[in-house]
């Protein structure tokens, strides 16, 4: 049932700040720009038309920043199928009009106008049945899951020809259409949560209102049982449903205390069911008034969510499930919090072509940030219109316990370092404080480390391979850790031969480490050793130098060098041009 996020495509500079507009009310959408005309966007593409074609191939909701004549004319060859075609549609540059273009059964009217409320506009709306009745069978709004949709075009059809329907059950939006209701009539619309399809002449909605309540009765851990325990806890919800006859597209979700976050047998319920999980905090959960045996906490936290009815409950040896039902669908956003996400990501040494997809996804997606405001600036174009908490660099462990907080409370936080997240940043800082503070309300968080290009490793991009065998890194900075085993460190790598990578090689209070790690190297190594100077890789400003280990100073470097320092076998290869290759060969 996993929707897939929309493509936001846009063809220059000035369509991105509506296309942000949008892509902020639509969770998990990717901003695709084309290549030399966009900047700072989610994908880059060079070929409007196949890549078009391929999103919609595949399924993807097109929102095209363009004029509509340019999305049909693309996409015309591939018009074959209507009831697999995604939402296309074109928005005006200005945020002056949107224009439902295809997928009238996948949603576009619905989509069309939640833009349209979001840029304050009316979306251009077309379709008969939605204008003579105020209402689309096909395509009901959030809340309402049409049973075999393949049935509500004919039934439409009759209703346009001058039909009648009765109404059964409630939904507020046919009850206030200009259906023509006639309680006689044999032709039927039902909502309802019971497990039954549409026929001919009677269509079936599923009112999304059904939450499902669940607590633990014990709290063992260990691989094995963990998978015992989701096989019994999905067994027992399943049965339930069975039970109650209800159908699988009106559970809004499962429902759980942030006590129980942490025990995986409740994801794994909500993940075979297709549905969110959300959890309450204890004082959320509503105390009932008539508290008996039978109101447990599983059975307060299906009410809590559903502010209705309970339909049973029962349990199986470790955990308690209860099923109740809402008079209205149950808005999932609103409804309890998700399970925390921590993403601490690494968004390379700068430019946003070495960041890897998978942090880009992140960085659209996160609701707050975390980092130094250096890293928060470099990626500034996604960072607006969210939470920032910018803080000092050298705050490292409470950055992390703030950052694993918000996360607590449902937020999805991405802690941002430059370069990799586990070098000499963010990673360790979060696991320490993690392990150190160990707060219990952690347990539950989602926690994901995302990688990125090390400094190190763009540099030896830039000039070759010197990293080509055996290397180790070391950071002069002999703030966290003392100056001894630094020295210590450089001493033994140089008597291994190791090719090095120095990080934090300078900054304006540190300039004497460099000169000191340069002696300590010429004891062991030949003045002419090639040596990489990096600065400001794939930022403005970059350079690479070459130089020997001789003429290695602190004033070719700052805070924003790496260096790397050549083994015994590392060599330089003149070019015509001036410039000179490095590398490291792998053989002896
Ligand atoms: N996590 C980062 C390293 C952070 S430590 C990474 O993996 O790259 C900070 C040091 O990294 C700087 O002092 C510098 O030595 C190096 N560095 C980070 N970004 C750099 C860049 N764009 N160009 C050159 N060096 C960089």
Redesign the pocket.
């Known amino acids: 049932m996993a929707k897939i996020p929309p493509a936001v495509v846009v063809l220059n500079n000035s369509s991105i700040p509506v296309a942000r507009k949008i892509i902020s009310i639509l969770p998990g959408a990717q901003l695709y720009g084309l290549a030399g005309r966009t900047d700072n966007v989610d994908v880059v593409f060079t070929e409007f038309g196949t890549t078009l074609r391929e999103l919609f191939a595949n399924g993807t909701p097109i929102i095209g920043i363009c004029a509509t004549g340019i999305l049909i004319r693309t996409l015309a060859p591939l018009l074959a199928n209507k009831r697999q075609e995604p939402p296309v549609l074109a928005v005006a540059e200005d945020g002056s009009a949107v224009v439902p273009l295809l997928g009238g059964l996948s949603g576009v009217n619905n989509l069309a106008r939640q833009i349209a409320d979001e840029l304050g506009i009316k979306a251009a709306i077309t379709t008969t049945g939605e204008i003579r009745f105020g209402v689309a069978l096909e395509d009901p709004p959030n809340g309402y899951i049409l049973s075999q949709p393949e049935y509500a075009k004919n039934f439409m059809s009759d209703l346009l020809a001058g039909g009648t329907v009765k109404l059964e059950g409630n939904a507020p939006w046919l009850k206030n259409s200009s259906l023509p209701i006639d309680p006689a009539d044999e032709r039927l619309i039902e909502i309802t949560e019971k497990n039954i399809s549409s026929t001919n002449n009677h269509l079936v909605y599923h009112p999304v209102t059904v939450a499902i309540g669940i607590t633990t009765l014990s709290t063992k851990q260990g691989k094995d049982e963990n998978l015992e325990r989701s096989k019994e806890a999905i067994a027992l919800v399943e049965k339930m449903l069975g039970d109650a006859e209800l159908s699988l597209s009106s559970v809004a979700g499962v429902f759980a205390s942030t006590d129980d976050a942490a025990e995986p047998a409740l994801q794994t319920i909500a993940d075979s069911l297709g549905v969110p999980i959300r959890f309450f905090t204890p004082s959320e959960i509503k105390t009932l008034i008539f508290q008996s045996d039978t109101a447990n906490t599983a059975v307060m936290i299906a009410l809590t969510a559903s502010g209705g009815n309970l339909v049973m409950q029962q349990q199986s040896s470790n955990f308690i499930c209860a099923i109740a039902i809402a008079p209205l669908p149950i808005d999932i956003n609103s409804t309890g919090k998700p399970r925390g996400k921590l993403a601490i990501i690494?968004t390379?040494?700068?430019t946003s072509d070495w960041m890897s997809p998978e942090v880009k996804d992140i960085l659209s997606n996160a609701t707050d940030f975390v980092g130094y405001s250096t890293y928060l600036n470099l990626i500034n174009s996604f960072v607006q219109g969210k939470q920032r908490h910018e803080s000092d660099n050298r705050e490292e462990l409470a950055r992390a316990s703030m950052a694993l907080d918000l996360a607590a409370e449902g937020r999805f936080v991405a802690v941002v370092?430059?370069?990799?997240?586990?070098?000499?940043?963010m990673a360790a800082a979060v696991f320490e404080a993690f392990e150190k503070e160990a707060k219990p309300e952690w347990q539950g968080i989602e926690i994901k480390v995302s990688p990125?290009?090390?400094?190190?490793?763009?540099?030896a991009a830039r000039i070759g391979a010197p990293l080509g065998h055996d290397f180790c890194t070391i950071?002069l900075?002999d703030i966290l850790k003392p100056w001894s085993i630094i020295e210590q460190r450089i001493t033994v790598a140089a008597q291994g031969d190791f090719a090095i990578a120095?990080?934090?090689?300078v900054?304006k209070e540190r300039t004497w480490q460099l000169s000191e790690a340069r002696n300590i190297l010429l004891r062991y190594r030949a003045a002419e050793t090639p040596v990489v100077v990096?600065?400001?890789?794939?930022?403005k400003g970059?350079s690479v130098q070459v130089i020997t280990l001789n003429d290695l100073s602190p004033e070719l470097?700052?805070?924003?060098?790496?260096?790397i320092v050549g083994s015994s076998k590392t060599r330089t290869i003149q070019k015509n041009d001036g410039n000179a290759w490095v590398y490291t060969p792998r053989s002896y």
Do not use: C, K, W
């Open positions: 690494g390379g040494p700068g370092s430059s370069g990799d997240p586990g070098i000499y940043a990125g290009i090390s400094a190190m490793q763009a540099a950071s900075s120095f990080y934090n090689p900054s990096a600065r400001n890789l794939g930022r970059e470097a700052d805070m924003r060098t790496v260096i």
